[in-house]
């Protein structure tokens, strides 16, 4: 561990005499011209500069640690870092090993904020986008279908790109043999659905069908488009649907085709 602070050491003063240090932009590499050994390479990304494979890094919660290769420009994002079993440093002038601690976090943007716990995709919009490759829960297969009921509360427009990203789509319910098969499964807990009325007030469609509702099961005096408005659909705890403010944060549920 010696070795490793004192690399640090020497990449600091390298980089202030020579004047380098704006050109990094505070970012601190923890050990110039080496690269780290290790099984533990999640992935390899190519043509990239070095601030994007450290942002890259930052974002995904179990990257620890990059290896830079500038003639390259290769980025390997590593789930480990130095120290760890079954890793050494090996002298490579193309390389630099960097750790992501003590690197500046604002590389991550919006996602900074986030509790992400895969990884975070800063969307073009600016906002945070928690991807999570497959559903965290486990598909079910109820009736023809498969669904992700996903216990972890965000707001409607993340759940719909949520379910994208698991390759299926917000829950759409069709008939009432569907709604009781859900309510069975989903009751106690409030989930968004893929319905919205975002694009005209008081006609809600099924975003991914884009259809209008064909059977619905509302609350009693819903949808009210309440307060200053409420234009996503949820399914609440007894199984009734209401509309209620986009921006707000609730579990949700993605369903698809069975393959
Ligand atoms: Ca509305
Ligand atoms: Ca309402």
Redesign the pocket.
Known sequence: MFGLKLLIFISTVHYTVSGEIQNVSNIKVTASGKCMTSSKVMNVLTLIGQKQCIRKCLQNHQCKSVNYRKKQLHCELIAAKYGESGTSLVLDSECDYIEMEDQPQELTGSCKATSCKEECVPLSSGKPFCVNGKCPTGWQIIGEKKYCFVNSPIKWQAAKASCIWMEAHLLEIESEAEQILIQNKASGDRWWMGGT?EES??TFIWVHSNTTLNYTNWLEDE?N?GGT???CLEILSDGLWN?NKCDSSFYYICEKMIK
């Open positions: 009325d007030e008081g949808p488009n408005g409420e234009n509309d």
